[in-house]
């Protein structure tokens, strides 16, 4: 379930405290700036003569081809949208057919394998387990902070090796604002009772509980992988 409920999330916002969702990508435009616009600007305060003016209808055009350029243009559009198919084949069951989506979208524009973790989530349930950890490493190399790619990693790689070797080379992140988020991290990453995390947060909000009971689950079920 909280599978899904994660890709009910946005794909990308402009705000990601307050959708609490995962970028796409991450493009720094700043050096592209520098080097398209400065040294045309430099020109132009330097210049004696009045430069031409230009029509609006002309100059349109080549701002949306030069955005074009820097955002990837068509592909990198259409990767977006092969990426919220992956996640509605998901929704609907159909995993493979997600995984073929979030394939193509990497095919379409390659910046994007790097923070797909919905791809690593496929990947889990279709028993592709070393390819999941690679995705979740990835993920997690990006945003240092994400304590659910650091667990999901985690997972992963304990259908592979049993849970001793994933957690000495445990994914560390940074302090989850969460509580049970941090709960659930301590508890993959150190061991422990589940249950404890279950009745911790048995009394909190909905939302607290319900990731307390799918993390103590995955917990049970990493136990017996190998």
């Known amino acids: 379930m909280a599978v899904i409920h994660k890709l009910y999330m946005p794909l990308i916002s402009a705000s990601h405290s307050s ?17 398209l616009f400065g040294t045309t600007f430099s020109r132009i305060h330097t210049h004696r003569t009045p430069l031409p003016t230009l029509s609006r209808r002309l100059f349109l055009p080549s701002v949306s081809g030069l955005w074009d350029a820097l955002a990837g243009g068509n592909s990198a559009r259409e990767a977006v949208l092969a990426i919220r198919r992956g996640m509605l084949l998901f929704r609907q069951g159909d995993v493979f057919g997600s995984l073929v989506e979030f394939d193509k979208a990497i095919e379409l524009d390659p910046r994007q394998k790097a923070y797909l973790w919905q791809r690593g989530l496929t990947l889990y349930y279709l028993d592709r387990f070393e390819e999941g950890a690679e995705q979740f490493r990835l993920d997690v190399a990006q945003n240092p902070n994400d304590t659910e790619e650091s667990i999901w990693c985690f997972l992963c790689e304990a259908k592979l090796y049993g849970v001793d070797e994933p957690r000495r080379r445990f994914l560390e992140v940074g302090r989850d604002p969460r509580p049970v988020m941090r709960g659930a991290y301590n508890l993959f990453k150190d061991g422990g009772d589940p249950e404890k995390l279950v009745t911790a947060f048995s009394n909190g909000r909905e939302h607290e509980y319900f990731y307390a009971s799918l993390y103590a689950g995955l917990y049970h079920e990493a136990q017996v992988c190998v």
């Open 19 to 35: 959708f609490f969702c995962k970028p796409s990508i991450s493009l720094n435009t700043s050096n592209y700036k520098s080097r």
